[in-house]
């Protein structure tokens, strides 16, 4: 497992005197419960639990009583309940039985001591029906794939990342981090990806997890759709948001379908909710505050760039071409072509005075 930034918001997490909860949200397969075992490790006692499975589901579904279901938990998993303030619980998948999710609560206000992480996908979409959620009772935080400084160090390019924080750049860097800039808008930050990329630098082992992952993205979200007609919707969406990518689309036979407008904007906003799409109204007036015209047309951003080229096939005209403004950079997704700005800013300002410094400081994540 190579570094994610996260850990360390994690550690901050769990160094809280006031410290609740933590939900873990994040699209499937963007690293949760690798970074959450990751983080476990620094702890005398880790707790996995996966309520996708039997065992694990049974624990909750036995025990209604926070002070059974906590003692039930350590006998279990053969832990020591005496060491549960140096305990780190892990309660993955959690969607699986909604009734944990009311459980967070009881262990916030009995078992303060206790550090509990819940994390689960499609989170979002089962808030909305009857679930009794602890509303201020637990903390969220977000995951998201790979970003540009976690890729480079993943590829052991150590020398490269320093230069990459590093304001302002040498002028000698700005070559090669637009290199490793154009292989990363080429594979993506999928966790996965990046790790088989790291090991073998070969861009044709990647075909197979990409299929995987967009499978079993189809396969995941359709399970919670509230027909069968809405599971066709928004298998046709995901297929259809990597070609529609960076323009603004209308909902109303989106990706050249015969779905009209309600059932289109459904899909789309339900896999908003699973992190795997952004839509982005425009904000129309010019006055604060900026308020976002839910009127317009929305600019359409998928989960990452390496899903998006494979799907539509076009990663050998990415690798072959020196400048991707030529390939529609825009399509990448704002958040890429933020990073090539900064290293285009770090690059030419090389002076050091305050005000570039602080305007160079701005493009980072």
């Known amino acids: ?78 832990q020591k309940f005496a060491q549960r303030q140096h305990t780190l619980l ?13 459980m ?17 996908s499609l989170l979002e979409t089962i808030f909305n029906r009857g679930l009794s959620f602890p509303v201020g009772r637990v903390e969220f935080m977000v995951i998201r794939p790979v970003n540009f400084p976690e890729f480079i160090a993943a590829i052991g390019q150590g ?44 861009f044709t082992a ?17 399970k919670y759709a509230r027909n069968s007609h809405l599971q066709q919707v928004i298998g046709h969406c995901i297929r259809a948001s990597f070609a529609e990518a960076g323009r603004r689309i209308k909902f109303q036979h989106f990706g050249r379908s015969a779905y009209g407008s309600k059932e289109v904007g459904e899909a789309l906003r339900t896999l908003e909710k699973t992190f795997l799409l952004s839509l982005l109204y425009p904000a129309t007036d010019t006055r604060l505050p900026l308020i976002h ?20 096939r076009i990663q050998t005209d990415i690798l072959g071409s020196d400048d991707l403004n030529m390939l529609q950079l825009a399509i990448l997704s704002e958040p890429l072509f933020l990073v090539a700005l900064r290293i285009a800013f770090i690059s030419l300002f090389v002076r050091g005075d305050t005000d570039i410094q602080i305007c160079s400081h701005s493009f980072r994540y």
């Open 293 to 312: 015209d839910l009127r317009k047309s929305p600019r359409l951003q998928v989960l990452d760039t390496g899903l998006m080229n494979y799907s539509l």
């Open 90 to 102: 892990f309660i993955d998948e959690i969607q699986a039985f909604p009734g944990a999710f009311n």
């Open 1 to 78: 497992m190579f570094h994610r930034e996260i850990i360390q918001q994690l550690d901050n997490w769990s160094q809280k005197p006031s410290r609740k909860p933590l939900v873990l949200r994040g699209a499937r397969q963007a690293g949760k419960t690798t970074v959450v075992n990751t983080f476990g490790q620094q702890f005398q006692q880790y707790i996995y639990l996966n309520l996708e499975t039997q065992a694990d589901q049974a624990i909750f579904s036995d025990n209604r009583d926070i002070d059974a279901l906590v003692q039930s938990i350590f006998l279990q998993k053969d």
């Open 159 to 202: 020398e490269a990342l320093k230069q990459l924080e590093k304001i302002p750049a040498s002028d000698f860097a700005h070559t090669r981090l637009m290199q490793l800039f154009h292989i990363y808008a080429l594979i993506g930050g999928m966790p996965e990806i990046v790790d088989e990329y790291a090991r073998s630098k070969d």
């Open 104 to 120: 967070l609560r009881y262990f916030y206000e009995q078992y303060p001591e206790l550090r509990v992480i819940a994390a689960g």
């Open 206 to 222: 990647l075909s197979e997890i990409y299929d995987r992952l967009i499978t079993s993205y189809i396969d995941d979200v359709e």
